[in-house]
């Protein structure tokens, strides 16, 4: 009696164990409650801003900023995307954090300047317009971004 696993057993064992880590590496991402939350908080600075007094703008910048604060740390690790299942750190890119504040960084840029883009051209309410069109955008690209995350976690994988 032979224990010996042949070429063919450990061939469907490797695909497996392949197919698995792929798997887990669909799971990186964060909540898609993150992306609805900031693209409404978006629209909510936006509308502050042309509707409300100033110093509402001030104090809803810092709510805004400190709520994300307060989760980011947790969501932004890319390792609970879903209830499912937590990724290993290992598999997780730890630049994910500098990856999605840069992106929200350049959407704050946006914002700015499709505000002063519309300001001058005349339009009603510029700042909640372009509060609506950062929104649009945080809510397709911030997927997107993390379909990035997740390729190049893959081509990191697949390199070690």
Do not use: K
């Not at 069109?133 to 190049?152: N, Q, Y």
């Amino acid at each position: 009696m032979s224990n010996e696993i042949t070429e063919a057993e450990a061939r469907l064992a490797l695909g497996s164990i392949e197919q698995q880590r792929r798997q887990v590496i669909a799971e990186i991402d964060v909540p898609s409650w993150y992306w609805i939350g900031l693209a409404a908080g978006w629209v909510a600075l936006g509308a502050l801003a042309n509707w409300g007094p100033a110093w509402s703008v001030i104090v809803g910048t810092v709510a805004f900023g400190a709520a994300h604060a307060s989760i980011s740390s947790q969501v932004l690790s890319g390792r609970h995307g879903s209830s499912r299942l937590s990724v290993g750190s290992d598999m997780v890119n730890r630049s994910i954090p500098l990856v999605v504040v840069g992106f929200l960084i350049l959407m704050t840029a946006v914002t700015v300047f499709f505000a002063l883009i519309l300001s001058a051209d005349g339009a009603r309410n510029p700042a909640f317009v372009a509060g609506l069109v950062a929104a649009a955008l945080v809510l397709t690209g911030g997927p997107c971004v993390m379909t990035v995350v997740r390729r190049h976690a893959e081509r990191r994988m697949a390199t070690a």
